[in-house]
């Protein structure tokens, strides 16, 4: 029922709560609709894994890590010799007592003011040893960081047949085709960042490993949409 008033026209209550009920169901079905898409597509995505196994991230960077090997060579190298010149070359420059006479050491100061300024007696057991050992722990150090680098740093992610199981292989100076490779089910790998929020790597977690394994930003997403989906949704672990 309609009532004019004046130049509008008024409906009656029920007519006004079909119309409310009439927009209700297109914007639901709107949303129904939407929602099935999405849904469609995911699982058109995980028929297609069934069929064959999918490369869904790539990036070789064997010559970078070549060259950071032999970096890694050199200062440790470099730090060897510095930590074998200091145990055989320093020799001890503290004085002696010959015939009752008290001889004046030879030792180093460091040439600073005040209560900074002491002798050094740098071939001392002290001194030597320490400098021995630091020189040893700087060259270990670097090519440690060095090898943590090269084996958590992602060269390929392949999503096998049927989507359950994911190998997640390592860059290596060697070749691409000679890095580690890390073969676990999809429920144990997560992404604790989404990749187009990052700058520079994205953070790959895999279960029972204790760091990060880290996806270049440089290197090729070939399914970004089933990436998303598998390998870089958040899971907790």
């Not at 914007?27 to 894994?49: Q, V």
């Not at 700058?199 to 440089?218: A, M, N, W």
């Amino acid at each position: 029922m309609v009532w004019m008033t004046g130049n509008r026209a008024c409906l009656s209550l029920p007519d006004r709560r079909k119309m409310n009920c009439r927009r209700t169901f297109f914007r639901y079905s709107r949303l129904a609709t939407l929602f099935s898409l999405s849904w469609f597509r995911s699982r058109r995505a995980f028929k297609f894994t069934k069929s064959k196994d999918v490369t869904l991230f790539e990036h070789d960077r064997t010559r970078f890590f070549r060259l950071l090997s032999i970096f890694c060579g050199g200062q440790f190298v470099f730090w060897t010799y510095l930590a074998q010149f200091a145990y055989t070359g320093l020799r001890d420059t503290g004085g002696t007592k010959e015939k009752g006479k008290t001889k004046t050491p030879s030792t180093a100061t460091t040439g600073l003011a005040g209560m900074w300024s002491f002798e050094m007696n740098l071939g001392s057991n002290t001194w030597r040893y320490g400098f021995t050992l630091g020189c040893l722990t700087i060259g270990a150090g670097i090519v440690g960081l060095g090898a943590l680098f090269c084996r958590r740093s992602v060269s390929k992610v392949v999503l096998h047949q049927g989507g359950r199981m994911v190998t997640v292989c390592t860059q290596s100076p060697l070749g691409p085709s000679q890095g580690r490779r890390i073969t676990v089910p999809l429920s144990h790998v997560a992404c604790h960042a989404h990749r187009q929020e990052t700058t520079s790597f994205i953070p790959l977690r895999v279960k029972g490993h204790k760091f990060y394994f880290l996806l270049d930003k440089e290197g090729t997403v070939n399914n970004a949409k089933l990436f998303d989906i598998t390998v870089g949704a958040y899971r907790p672990l």
